[in-house]
């Protein structure tokens, strides 16, 4: 079978794991950068997306695989701060390097500048990659079930816990959802796009909410482009919705936000 996207990216994420060295003493740093958030009360994505009607989660990507550099130039900073007037409720974070042109120094840049939950959106299979999101300061981290077997997932899901960082967790539309289900994970995002072969499943994410247990937050992820994708998928059952490459690309990020949640000129607002 043909080395898939997805196969390559972890491979690259792999690879830069075992060619850096790993920061002094990162698991204590970690630790206390968790401590500090526990003593401050930190910004929890679950509440964020919590809210009566459907919460966005605004993305700051500079690129992707598919669609190469969509934003040019590109300022993490601005986008968020863009994105927040516009009504996000959360901003993601696409710090992949190889594959996405991110760098996970703007967690720290765009949580200075936005008062919203941070979410790391990455490749994450090592606990390293978790004290290291820690230490970056980020909210929430993006887990993918297809790169975890059970025990290393149930094993970053306790560790995420203890860091205090919430967890998203991904499934693609064409998966059984039964192992994130059965994981406890609170937030369990559907990706439309299958990052292995890029088809798109907007059926399928429509009929996987119903297979969502009702206590968890339902994340509709990818390919949304309009009020009407947005509305189309919460009356199928999911509270939040993880909009990229839309929203960069547009002139007016503030704007894209006000429209996709039915608060731009025309509706009332």
């Known amino acids: 079978m043909p080395e898939s996207v997805l196969d390559r990216i972890v491979a690259a994420v792999l690879r830069r794991l075992d060619s850096t060295p790993e920061m002094p003493a990162l698991e204590q740093a970690a630790r206390a950068a ?8 930190g910004r929890s994505l679950r509440k964020a997306l919590s809210v009566p009607g459907p919460a966005v989660i605004a993305e700051c990507k500079k690129a992707s695989p598919s669609a190469g550099v969509i934003r040019d130039p590109f300022d993490p900073s601005d986008l968020a701060r863009s994105y927040a ?27 200075r500048a936005v008062s919203l939950p941070v979410l790391r959106k990455d490749f994450i299979v090592t606990r390293r990659q978790l004290f290291e999101t820690s230490v970056l300061g980020a909210d929430a981290v993006l887990l993918i079930a297809r790169l975890l077997d059970r025990e290393t997932l149930d094993d970053l899901l306790t560790l995420a816990a203890d860091l ?39 059926d399928r994410v ?28 919460h009356r199928a059952g999911y509270h939040a919705f993880l909009v990229g490459e839309h929203l960069v690309r547009a002139e007016d990020p503030e704007g894209a936000v006000r429209l996709l949640l039915g608060r731009g000129e025309g509706d009332g607002c």
């Open 34 to 41: 968790s401590d500090t958030r526990r003593n401050v009360g």
């Open 85 to 111: 007037a516009g009504g996000a409720a959360a901003i993601s974070v696409v710090t992949e390097p190889d594959f996405f042109h991110g760098d996970p120094e703007w967690l720290a840049v765009v949580r």
């Open 164 to 202: 205090e960082i919430e967890v998203l967790l991904e499934i693609f539309a064409d998966e059984d959802p039964s192992m994130v289900i059965d994981s406890g994970a609170q937030i369990i995002g559907v990706n439309a796009r299958d990052l292995a072969t890029f088809e798109m499943r907007f």
């Open 206 to 233: 429509e009929e996987l909410a119903q297979e969502l247990p009702e206590d968890r937050i339902r994340v509709a992820e990818s390919g949304i482009r309009s009020k009407e994708d947005l509305e189309r998928l």
